[in-house]
T-cell receptor, first 112, second 113 residues
C-alpha cells in the first residue's frame, strides 16, 4: 500500500531564502508525482508534474526532482516571497491505477 | 489543463439535512473524483465517478451517505446526506487528464451545526 510522507510538517523562513520541501513514498512503482499548492480554505493548484521517466521539472522559481528508486522527491523554491506562503502537497499516482495518494503537506510561512 | 467550478463555494447547514455539491468541468473527462479534506488534514478520496456507471466508493464511504451522480462527461454532483458536525469539511472535485495529471476545483467549505 502506497504511503506518502512529507517533511517538514511546517516551515518558517525569511523572505529571499531558498528552501527545499521533501516528499517520500514507499512504493517506487509510480506513474507520476505531482506537487500542489493550497491556500487556506481553497482548492489545490497544480505546480509541477513529474512523470516516472523524468528526473526533474522546472517552472519559474520552482524546481521539482524525482528519484524513483529511493522513493523521494524534493520541491526547491528559490528566492522565497511572502506570496509563497501556503501548504504544499505532494501526490503520487501508482502504476496500473489511477488513484492518487496525497501526503499530509508542508505548511510554509515566508516572513517579510 | 482543465478549469473546474464548484457550487456552492461554502454553506452552513443544520444537522440532519442534506447538501448537494455541483462540479462543472470545461472539457469532457472520463473520470471525476470527489475528495474530502477535514480541518487540518490532507485529502481523502471519497469516490470515483465515471459517466454512465455507478460511482466507486473508497473504504469508509457509502452510497447512502454520499450519493453521486455523473449524468455527462462534464458534470457531477456529490450529496452529503443526513449531515452531522463530523461532516464539516472542504469537499473537492477533481479530474485527471492525459498522463494522470490532476486538476482540482476551488472546493466547497461545509459547516454543519
Amino acid at each position: 500500500k502506497q504511503e506518502v510522507t512529507q517533511i517538514p510538517a511546517a516551515l518558517s523562513v525569511p523572505e529571499g531564502e531558498n528552501l527545499v520541501l521533501n516528499c517520500s513514498f514507499t512504493d517506487s512503482a509510480i506513474y507520476n508525482l505531482q506537487w500542489f499548492r493550497q491556500d487556506p480554505g481553497k482548492g489545490l493548484t497544480s505546480l509541477l508534474l513529474i512523470q516516472s521517466s523524468q528526473r526533474e521539472q522546472t517552472s519559474g522559481r520552482l524546481n521539482a526532482s524525482l528519484d524513483k528508486s529511493s522513493g523521494r522527491s524534493t520541491l526547491y523554491i528559490a528566492a522565497s516571497q511572502p506570496g509563497d506562503s501556503a501548504t504544499y502537497l505532494c501526490a503520487v499516482s501508482s502504476t496500473g491505477g489511477f488513484k492518487t495518494i496525497f501526503g499530509a503537506g508542508t505548511r510554509l510561512f515566508v516572513k517579510a | 489543463s482543465a478549469v473546474i467550478s464548484q457550487k456552492p463555494s461554502r454553506d452552513i447547514c443544520q444537522r440532519g439535512t442534506s447538501l448537494t455539491i455541483q462540479c462543472q468541468v470545461d472539457s469532457q473527462v472520463t473520470m471525476m473524483f470527489w475528495y474530502r479534506q477535514q480541518p487540518g488534514q490532507s485529502l481523502t478520496l471519497i469516490a470515483t465517478a465515471n459517466q454512465g456507471s455507478e460511482a466507486t466508493y473508497e473504504s469508509g464511504f457509502v452510497i447512502d451517505k454520499f450519493p453521486i451522480s455523473r449524468p455527462n462527461l462534464t458534470f457531477s454532483t456529490l450529496t452529503v446526506s443526513n449531515m452531522s458536525p463530523e461532516d464539516s469539511s472542504i469537499y473537492l472535485c477533481s479530474v485527471q487528464l492525459a498522463g494522470y495529471e490532476q486538476y482540482f476545483g476551488p472546493g466547497t467549505r461545509l459547516t454543519v451545526t
